[in-house]
């Protein structure tokens, strides 16, 4: 029965060994294409290349629906809605919208929130001014879609006039 258990977790090791190996050269070619296509997003706090090949696969699925940073906003469903309680008048984000690009637009605030110093300012001016934890997080995320926005957006070559 030892014997068993031996061969069986000696298997499992090498298996996780190979998985391991997969991931990191995955990883590397993500980073190159990304290097490649957009390397001004990684500067940005809070973005690697999973999470910038998320967002580009975003914006390359939808290039002709992309005229504004608010139509990226709102495929990312993070473009606000006003709601009305009766009494009181408030924003929420969309609910529809690309559900792994939202997902990557968290990641990109929870990280800032977490490392850089602007935004933790922010989040404590915010703070002070009576917003909640969930308002901040929603003004961020819009923020975090406005500069992928313009960060990702391919040039357009204008012909030579």
């Known amino acids: 029965m030892l ?9 499992l090791a090498r298996r996780i060994g190979q998985l391991t190996e997969q991931i990191r050269d995955l990883e590397d070619r993500l980073a190159r ?13 809070g ?3 999973d999470t910038a ?18 139509s990226f906003a709102a495929l990312c469903g993070v473009s ?30 929870q990280t800032g929130l977490r490392l850089d110093p602007r ?11 009576g917003k909640t ?5 929603r003004c961020l995320k819009r923020y975090a879609a406005r500069e992928v926005f313009h960060l990702a957006r391919p040039v357009e070559s204008r012909p030579p006039s």
């Open 3 to 11: 014997h068993a258990t031996r061969i069986t977790l000696s298997v």
């Open 33 to 45: 294409l990304v290097e490649r296509h957009a390397p001004q997003l990684l500067a940005v706090v």
């Open 47 to 49: 973005i690697g290349p």
């Open 53 to 70: 090949v998320t967002l580009l696969i975003t914006m390359g699925d939808n290039p002709d629906r992309l005229a504004s940073e608010a």
């Open 80 to 109: 606000p809605v006003e709601r009305s309680s009766g009494s009181r008048q408030y924003r929420r984000f969309n609910r529809g919208g690309d559900r792994q690009a939202n997902a990557a637009l968290h990641r990109i605030v």
């Open 119 to 129: 935004t933790q300012d922010y989040c404590e001016r915010r703070i002070k001014e």
């Open 133 to 137: 934890r969930r308002e901040i997080v």
